[in-house]
């Protein structure tokens, strides 16, 4: 699913990641791990397509990140999510449900279900971090991607939300989909991954 070799990524001339390399098969959990700073969520926005890598090869499913086939089967769960302050929740939920060719009322009932019901009238700017964080996630796996990319899932959610993260993941997990996870406690994802990968400026 994802060929890394030899990447580099520079930030204002230092290399934040440095000589990576790694394989990261269909079907297969990864936490990402490393000290603040080594590059996790540098690594997340390669695979993503959002960031270029300085040198080396990044591959998704055979294609380069960057590709359109490859933004269809990927869902980016991002920290902080990149939501439109100016939409209702809702709104935001119909914009997303648009994009992706999803239908509307499946996305707004899954946002009820990670208990934004009574907020999907409310403005993306007057939301608190945990429901923004959890309308987030409910927009970025809208079209149930088959390789999921997690920054931090579950800070700021309250317990009902993370049980129903985890729940997401392990049934993606047991339909052979792909995720890659980055995560600064081991303990939080130990049981839903298989292998870590640890990134640093000397990887």
Not at 60 to 66: N, Q
Not at 93 to 105: H, L
Not at 115 to 130: E, H, N, Y
Request: net charge negative; aromatic share 4%.
């Amino acid at each position: 699913m994802i060929d890394i070799e030899d990447l580099v990524v520079r930030r204002g001339g230092t290399d934040v990641l440095r000589g990576l390399s790694a394989r990261i098969g269909e079907g297969e959990a990864v936490r990402v791990a490393g000290a603040n700073g080594s590059g996790k969520s540098t690594l997340l926005s390669v695979l993503a397509g959002v960031t270029a890598p300085d040198a080396g090869r990044v591959t998704v499913a055979g294609r380069a990140p960057t590709d359109p086939a490859v933004r269809a089967l990927r869902g980016h769960v991002q920290e902080p999510p990149p939501l439109y302050d100016h939409l209702t929740a809702g709104e935001q939920t119909a914009f997303t449900a648009a994009v992706w060719g999803v239908d509307a009322r499946r996305l707004r009932e899954r946002a009820e279900a990670f208990g934004l019901g009574d907020r999907l009238d409310v403005l993306v700017a007057d939301l608190s971090l945990g429901q923004r964080k959890k309308l987030g996630y409910v927009c970025a796996t809208a079209h149930d991607p088959r390789l999921v990319l997690l920054d931090e899932p579950f800070n700021g959610l309250d317990a009902d939300a993370e049980r129903a993260v985890r729940d997401d993941l392990a049934r993606w997990r047991s339909e052979g989909r792909t995720l890659v996870v980055v995560s600064h406690a081991d303990s939080s994802v130990a049981d839903l991954v298989d292998t870590t990968l640890t990134v640093g400026a000397d990887a």
